[in-house]
Nanobody, 115 residues
Framework: QVQSVESGGGLVQPGGSLRLSCAAP????????MAWYRQAPGKQRELVASITRGGSTNYADSVKGRFTISRDNAQNTVILQMNSLKPEDTAVYYC?????????WGQGTQVTVSS
């Protein structure tokens, strides 16, 4: 496996929750800070949240207090728990290392927040 595989997206109403999961390439997962990114239509891809190998986290101001990033070292998996979702969270969500590695980009998972 050389690319990340993201899952868990879907359509949710404002105020709802989703849990995204990313199966990352093992060699990348074990040696890097991992992160979730998103890209909304017509906008550049942006960093949403990151987590170091030691578990330290950082969040974009727009998602602080609503999103939680975690990692499952047994499964080489990065999780993004998203609560209190807003329409402006609508985007395709991707996971990658931080700094990003070009070949690791997967297909992403679509998150749509709409009533």
């Amino acid at each position: 496996q050389v690319q990340s595989v993201e899952s868990g997206g879907g359509l949710v109403q404002p105020g709802g929750s989703l849990r995204l999961s990313c199966a990352a390439p093992g060699n990348i997962y074990r040696t890097n800070t991992m992160a979730w990114y998103r890209q909304a239509p017509g906008k550049q891809r942006e960093l949403v949240a990151s987590i170091t190998r030691g578990g330290s986290t950082n969040y974009a101001d727009s998602v602080k207090g609503r999103f939680t990033i975690s990692r499952d070292n047994a499964q080489n998996t990065v999780i993004l728990q998203m609560n209190s979702l807003k329409p402006e969270d609508t985007a395709v969500y991707y996971c990658n290392a931080l700094p990003r590695i070009r070949d690791v980009w997967g297909q992403g998972t679509q998150v749509t927040v709409s009533s």
